[in-house]
């Protein structure tokens, strides 16, 4: 089976490309969209939490580190910069009760977490000491010694050569630094913490210390970024040699600094570049990295080697795995059920130290829903077969998606060729705008956060 352009007059027309970021929320994580996750649905999450797992399942954790030293312009998770250390204690404290509640349930089912994902905010905000009472804990609770990947995200300018000895000893896999731009003007005017000169020297400690992989993040269209300052940070990101590295484009939702000083001036545009620009440079940095040896994994990630570096955490979640979600606002997934934790730090405390699930909303997918989400997010990587669907969902995505893939095909971005369904370099460069043809129609003009 084949699908191809053929004849370019009979194509639906494509949808307008907008040129301006404006905005939004651009990035797709999950479907159905969060705004369809409801409170009166967490019932089912409870009922989820008292049934063994199907088997070969498996179970991850996130930890949702809410601290930070500065609050990003651009960014929108829930972070606090307020916080004194009695209250991160407090937090850190929560969290491991929180852990504690759902450690002997039935949904665990002898199952021992097989990635483990510490988020924020800031995690490498943390102390030594903090550090080590939180995962100690955690590890006496539900060991992960049988875990092929643990994930930290830290911020250059908190990392020392004793804090990463320390994060290292806990068994971090993947080290994730937040770079995101190497011009100190830059980094500063989009509210970045670090300095271009805390890069190097985080990443010199991180390569002594000896972790497995480590990861560089960049942002491509940040407030008053040009073509070559970007360039330069391509250039500087090769010249480092990292395992890997993910790329993200520059989006400006709806809780965020720069969406605050836009309303206030009334102004529709986000003050960063428009998303021709942004496409085009992660294109340059994609032929970059190829040509220094990487490889192409999604449409934000590039790897050095593909047999040994890998992102489990997102392949995993990619496939259905359980994802036991902790902390303020965490995103989980377990037994089929979406759910999320309350979002602000006091009503998550309280719940908590009550000795309750502080989980506020949920979502239970059809069958239909379920198979979309999959195939949406797998297809950030390129490429799927049409087979794995098949024998999973019992469903042949050719067919189930035949006119989302037509369409796609005629505008140029996708190729189904027997077993294969494919974007180009083009469809993988706007695969968050092109995934909506395969939403279902009551989701297709919602908010996604």
Partial sequence: MSVAPSNPASAP???????????????????????????????????????????DVPLGVYLHIPFCRKR?????????????????????DAAIQEL???????????????????GGGTPSYLSVDQLQ??????????????????????EPGTLTDHKLKAIREMGVTRLSLGVENFDDHILEINGRAHQSREIERAYRYAREVGFP????????????????????????????????????QMEVPYNTTIYRQM?????????????????????????????????VSSAYTVVKSKERTRFVYRDRLWAGADL???????????????????????????????????????????????????????????GVKASYYQGKFGVDPRARFAAPLA??????????????????RDGLLQVDRLLHEFFLPEHRNVRYA
């Avoid at 312009?73 to 004194?84: A, G, Q, S």
């Avoid at 939180?134 to 875990?147: G, I, K, N, V």
């Fill in 13 to 55: 027309p494509a949808p307008v490309i907008q040129k301006e970021t404006t905005v939004g929320n651009y990035f797709i994580s999950n479907y159905p969209p969060f705004s369809a996750w409801k409170t009166e649905d967490v019932p089912a999450f409870e009922d989820a939490l008292k049934r063994a797992p199907k088997p």
């Fill in 72 to 92: 990003c312009h651009f960014c929108y998770f829930r972070v606090y910069t307020d916080k004194d250390s009695a209250a991160i204690r407090g937090y850190i």
């Fill in 100 to 118: 504690a509640i759902y450690a002997g349930m039935p949904f665990i089912g002898g199952r021992k977490p097989r990635f483990i994902y510490f």
């Fill in 133 to 154: 009472h939180l995962t100690r804990s955690m590890r006496d609770l539900l060991p992960w010694d049988e875990a092929e990947e643990v994930t930290f995200e830290a």
């Fill in 213 to 248: 992989q480590i990861n560089v993040d960049l942002i491509a269209g940040m407030v008053e970024e040009t073509e070559s300052n970007w360039r330069e940070c391509v250039r500087k990101t090769i010249e480092m040699d990292p395992d890997s590295v993910t790329v993200y």
């Fill in 263 to 295: 309303k206030a001036e009334g102004k529709l545009a986000a003050p960063v570049a428009d998303w021709d620009t942004k496409r085009g440079w992660v294109r340059y940095a994609f032929s970059e990295f190829e040509k220094a040896g990487y490889t």
């Fill in 324 to 382: 036991l979600g902790l902390g303020v606002a965490s995103f989980g997934h377990i037994g089929g059920t979406h759910y999320q934790n309350e979002h602000d730090f006091d009503p998550y405390l309280k719940a908590v130290q009550a000795g309750r699930s502080p989980v506020h909303r949920a979502l239970t997918p059809t069958a239909d829903e379920r198979l979309i989400r999959e195939f949406i997010l797998q297809l950030k990587t390129g």
């Fill in 407 to 424: 369409t796609l095909a005629q505008w140029g971005f996708a190729r189904v060729d027997g077993d294969d369904i494919r974007l180009n």
